[in-house]
């Protein structure tokens, strides 16, 4: 079984790659909802962002954080 120095402990090779699964997981369950309620005009424009998503060349809408009003 192979071993990857992560710090100061060694960690597996399939944890780190579950781990790394996990996070690309998370972020495509964010861009879907973004776009689900962008499409579906549940919050007005001006709440949206632009982002650009480094390797696939793509711009999508971000909903922006709830200020602390």
Do not use: Q, W
Request: proline share 3%; hydrophobic share 35%; charged share 30%.
């Amino acid at each position: 079984m192979a071993y990857i120095r992560c710090g100061h402990s060694k960690v597996k090779e399939g944890e780190k790659r579950n781990r790394r699964f996990s996070v690309l997981t998370r972020n495509l369950l964010h861009i879907a909802i973004y776009n689900i309620n962008y499409i579906r005009d549940l919050f007005s424009e001006k709440y949206f962002n632009d982002k650009s998503v480094p390797g696939i060349g793509m711009k999508l809408k971000k909903l922006m954080p709830m200020d602390a009003e």
